[in-house]
């Protein structure tokens, strides 16, 4: 079955520093990746998404991801953040129906000023 | 074009009671979605829904719960019955096909509160 980890449940960065969140997918065949950031009491908005092609895809607000699919990862990278960055941050990954979403637990990143 | 709007943005029920959400998909969308998000916990499939059809309702508990998607209006998620257990975050998210090549668009949610 198709799964997606998010091993960090908890991230504190210093503003101004780089950024990495870890996701790791379950899935046999070539996989559609996503990243959505949830603010405080907020929906989700897509960050940025892989398909196909370019194995670094760029999203909004800066953030970048990298798909390797020889880890099964596709983690998500910001290379300086800000405190607005303040959000839960989840993985996903279109599973074998095309439609399902299979969402991963989130990770909150926390900024220290 | 508005996004995805979902009402209420908060919902108060006792235990027993009923809920209702709704869901409008943005313009010229025609498929819908609905997820459950617990505390602590990501986003868990519920169902999809074309225009007057259900397509998946895999991710749906067996009893209380019931979704449509009429042809005129909102779609609806039903909670019959409502459990301490059904207090959750509901997501509804729309596409104009199938996500695969698309994405799907999240509404704010709807946290339900059951006292």
């Known amino acids: 079955a198709q799964s997606v980890t998010q091993p960090d449940i908890h991230i504190t960065v210093s503003e101004g520093a780089s950024l990495e969140l870890r996701c790791n997918y379950s899935y046999g065949a070539t996989p559609y990746l996503f990243w959505y950031v949830q603010s405080p009491g907020q929906g989700l908005q897509l960050l940025l998404k892989?398909?196909?092609?370019d194995t670094l895809v760029q999203g909004i607000k800066g953030f970048e991801a990298e798909f390797k699919r020889s880890q099964s990862s596709f983690n998500l990278r910001k290379p300086s953040v800000h405190w607005s960055d303040a959000a839960e941050y989840f993985c996903a990954v279109v599973g074998v129906s095309n439609y399902q979403l299979i969402w991963g637990a989130g990770t909150k990143l926390i900024i220290k000023p | 074009n508005a996004g995805v709007m979902q009402n209420p943005r908060h919902l108060v029920r006792r235990r027993g009671q009923e809920a209702r959400l709704r869901c409008s998909p943005m313009k010229g969308h025609s498929h819908v979605y609905w997820y459950r998000q617990l505390p602590e916990e990501g986003l868990k499939f519920m169902v999809y829904l074309q225009k007057e059809n259900i397509i998946d309702e895999s991710g749906m508990p067996k009893e209380r719960f019931s979704a449509e998607f009429p042809k005129e209006g909102p779609s609806i998620l039903r909670i019959q019955q409502v459990v301490r257990g059904d207090s959750a975050a509901y997501f509804c998210?729309?596409?104009?096909?199938?996500?695969?090549?698309?994405?799907?668009?999240f509404g704010q949610g709807t946290r339900l509160t059951v006292v």
């Open positions: 998210a729309s596409s104009p096909s199938t996500p695969e090549g698309t994405e799907a668009f």
């Open positions: 892989y398909f196909s092609g």
